[in-house]
């Protein structure tokens, strides 16, 4: 199942937005605070409780240069997954956008595509209003 958040402008340059992104603990900024619980992080990972009980869990996984900052799921996380930021240059300002790929079946896709979009979306809206 694959999802892509909304494409944000971010009136900030790709560098900066690169490093707050690399740093696992700054993620806490993009997240519904009213929806998650039981925060944990380090620079390259973090786990966090979603409403309903399921932990999820991040580890950083590499780049491509500062256009993408990639992250997969920990052996908490529900199922399997990996999240792709990517960030483009617009000279003053950038922007960017997520792209989650996970391996869940038809019923599970069912239950999670809607709430992982709003999610994503969340995500992509607050990094660009933490730099506004």
Same mark, same amino acid.
């Given at each position: ?9 971010? @009136? ?15 993620? #806490? ?26 932990? #999820? ?29 990517? #960030? ?6 950038? @922007? ?8 869940? @079946? ?14 994503? @979306?969340?995500?992509a809206e ?7």
């Amino acid at each position: 199942m694959k999802i892509e958040s909304t494409k944000v402008e971010v @009136n900030q340059k790709q560098e900066t937005i690169y490093n707050f992104l690399k740093d696992s603990t700054n993620l #806490i900024h993009l997240l519904p605070q009213d929806k998650i619980s039981d925060w944990k992080s380090t620079s390259n990972q973090c786990s966090f409780k979603v409403q309903g009980g399921v932990t #999820i869990s991040l580890i950083q996984d590499g780049e491509e240069g500062m256009n993408k900052v990639f992250m997969k799921s920990g052996e908490k996380s529900p199922f399997p997954f990996k999240l792709t930021i990517f #960030i483009n240059n617009t000279g003053e300002t950038s @922007n960017g956008y997520i792209e989650f790929d996970g391996e869940v @079946n038809m019923f599970l896709k069912m239950m999670v595509e809607k709430p992982l979009t709003a999610l994503f @979306n969340h995500m992509a809206e607050k990094l660009q209003e933490y730099y506004s």
